[in-house]
């Protein structure tokens, strides 16, 4: 019941945002997560926001260019990534959980709903 979109191909610099769409859980409560996969490697956390105004965390690798944000009313959680590197090229997807304990944040195990992938290219 996840379902990722915006990906696209753009220039080393540049900006995008990839969102994803939610239906059939009951949004506020739920942590939303950003990973990133290229092949042949494992899946990579990203961003992660969790549920009823509980607090955002990112990768070293993104923080201070990617931006993860949730709307409960419209079931969305958007990935706005600034300033884009060629290291940055990946399927992005969106991850779902009704309960996420602290240190399992950024592990991909622990996200029960996952959105079928969005891929983002960034040229050079």
């Known amino acids: 019941q996840l379902q990722a979109s915006g990906g696209g191909l753009v220039q080393v610099g540049d900006s995008l945002r990839v969102s994803c769409a939610a239906s059939?859980?009951?949004?506020?409560?739920?942590?939303l997560a950003w990973f990133r996969q290229v092949p042949g490697k494992e899946r990579e956390f990203v961003a992660v926001t969790r549920g009823n105004g509980g607090s955002v965390a990112y990768s070293d690798s993104v923080k201070g260019r990617f931006a993860i944000s949730r709307d409960d009313a419209k079931n969305t959680v958007n990935l706005q990534m600034n300033n884009l590197k060629p290291e940055d090229t990946a399927v992005y997807y969106c991850a779902a959980s009704r309960s996420v304990i602290l240190s399992s944040l950024a592990r991909d195990q622990a996200y029960a709903y996952w959105g079928q992938g969005t891929q983002v290219t960034v040229s050079s």
């Open positions: 059939g859980l009951t949004f506020r409560s739920y942590t």
